[in-house]
């Protein structure tokens, strides 16, 4: 007769085992940040979150991981993947909130996905308002271009109006740089002159 084993002992190494899974640092900042953009994209937050808090609080782990992150995000900018690359920088936002140059790569990254898109969602229209307004809150110089942003959210929003005025303040100060910013110039004008 076969002796059964009390199922009590069988979860015993099954515990041990999953406390040691949550305590066990998720690796070196070079392997972490991966798989927390690898998160982001899959849309599982809060286990990116888990990762870099795992692995922020180790000694000066946090900011290894900042020029990590941004690398990842910058990759998928690379590719033409503006809404994946601005979650990863939306992610850094939260967790560096002096690092202006996130703050602005996110609204760049979040008007280039409104950009190709065919028409605007409510979700993205009130993403990239509150990305302007949290680099307009921040202070310092703003980057002449945000008033491009602006005009399309104000497009975006039903206010025609106050899209010309953006638009013409824009125009203005704007000198032609970065000259990737002419495509999408051309279209808020013609946009502009279509829709009186």
């Not at 602006?150 to 899209?163: H, M």
């Amino acid at each position: 007769m076969r002796r059964e084993r009390p199922w009590f002992l069988l979860l015993v190494p099954l515990a041990g085992c999953m406390n040691g899974c949550v305590t066990t640092p998720p690796g070196p900042p070079e392997e972490v940040a991966p798989k927390i953009a690898s998160a982001l994209d899959e849309g599982r937050t809060e286990d990116a979150d888990e990762l870099f808090e795992a692995s922020a609080t180790e000694s000066s782990a946090g900011e290894q991981l900042y020029p990590l992150l941004y690398e990842e995000a910058n990759a998928r900018y690379q590719k033409g993947e503006s809404e994946r690359s601005a979650r990863v920088l939306g992610f850094m936002a939260k967790r560096y909130p002096r690092a202006r140059a996130v703050r602005e790569a996110r609204v760049y990254a979040l008007f280039l996905e409104r950009a190709h898109a065919d028409a605007h969602t409510p979700e993205l229209v009130k993403d990239i308002a509150a990305a302007v307004g949290e680099l307009r809150k921040a202070g310092g110089d703003v980057p002449l271009w945000i008033g491009l942003v602006e005009t399309q959210l104000a497009i975006d929003r039903g206010e025609p109006q106050v899209a010309r005025q953006t638009f013409a303040g824009f125009q203005k100060a704007w000198d032609g740089h970065p000259t990737e910013l002419a495509v999408y110039v051309d279209d808020i004008d013609r946009y502009l002159i279509s829709h009186p």
